[in-house]
């Protein structure tokens, strides 16, 4: 028994640890017209930092990558103001400050608020990034956890290394408009 | 000695074997040889056969199989590449975003 417990003592801050309940955030969305839900984990970032192609902007992503240890990005976008409670933040601010994490700009603007948090590690580095904006039709909360260089986090927010995801989704778009065409050309 | 015995007497006296009889036997044994006995097994129950079965059930699941997963590895990735791009074109707009709010409240401010 006292073993039992002992090892209930050990692990029950290990599951502390583990992460935030993303599900908590779900009541967010229920009146949301449009959501991107985006769950990463560690595996599936190696599966994809293994498909980044090569080039620079390959090349300059893959270790930021490969230090991630999970990406999750919510994102609810609504019709009408009004849509969404604020205070079903809370769970992850309170989750935040548990963990130890900065909250290092809090931004408002009229209905719009941005909170943006960082995770101190020792030797300058740092153990994610946590974005949470919220405004009058759209909630945003971007969770990013690793093991980062400060300079990771002027990657993030800046140009440097990251691949348009836009300019990529058009072209796919065009490839996918071309190929469509060439089909429809040949019957 | 009565007829009886030397008629008994007679009958037994061991007579030389003709010349020919040893060759005479051995043709006849050779004659008659018997086949030495093969066990004959059905096509179905002859390892060989479960081998080269096997070998070939093997040969034509493994591929395929082998294919199936690496192309769904391979679409697992692809979606997980996309979803972090996409991740990342958030975060980097959120985070200007939020610079573009206080560089706009700051200026207000002044």
Redesign the interface.
């Known amino acids: 028994m006292k073993k039992m417990l002992s090892l209930l003592a050990l692990t029950l801050p290990l599951v502390a640890q583990e992460g935030f309940d993303f599900k908590t955030l779900d009541k967010l969305g229920v009146n949301s017209t449009n959501k ?1 839900d ?1 769950t ?1 984990n560690s595996d ?2 190696k ?2 930092s ?3 192609g090569s080039g620079a902007e390959a090349d300059s ?1 893959k270790p930021l ?1 490969e230090s991630l240890k999970g ?1 999750y ?1 919510r ?1 609810f976008e609504f019709d009408k103001e009004g849509q969404y409670n604020e205070a079903d933040l809370e769970p992850l601010r309170t989750y935040l400050r548990q963990g130890q994490w900065n909250r290092i ?1 809090e ?1 408002r ?1 009229g209905k ?1 608020l ?1 909170e ?1 948090y960082l995770q101190p590690l020792p030797n300058n580095r740092l153990g994610g ?1 946590a ?1 949470i ?1 919220a405004e009058a039709k759209e909630v ?1 909360i ?1 969770y ?1 956890s690793g093991n980062l260089k400060q300079e990771d986090i002027q990657k ?4 440097m290394g ?5 300019k ?1 989704l058009d072209r796919k778009k065009t490839t996918d408009k071309s190929d469509k065409g060439k089909k429809e050309d040949e019957e | 000695m009565n007829d009886f015995e030397q008629e008994i007497r007679s009958a037994l006296r061991r007579d030389p074997a003709p010349p020919d009889f040893a060759a005479k036997v051995l043709a006849r044994v050779a004659e008659q040889e018997i086949p030495a006995k093969v066990i004959r097994l059905p096509v179905w129950r002859r390892p060989a056969a479960w081998a080269i079965a096997a070998g070939l059930s093997i040969a034509a699941i493994v591929p395929p199989v082998a294919i199936e997963y690496r192309q769904r ?2 679409a ?3 979606e ?2 996309r ?10 707009t ?6 573009e ?2 560089q ?2 700051t200026r207000l401010a002044l």
């Open positions: 991107t985006i990463l599936m970032l599966l994809a293994g498909f980044l992503l990558v990406v990005v994102t700009v931004s603007e719009a941005s943006i990034v974005i904006s945003t971007v990013i993030l927010s800046g140009t990251i691949p348009d995801i836009r990529q | 590895r391979e697992r990735a692809l997980a590449r979803e972090l791009l996409i991740a990342l074109e958030v975060t980097r959120k985070l200007q975003q939020t610079r709010r206080i706009r409240t």
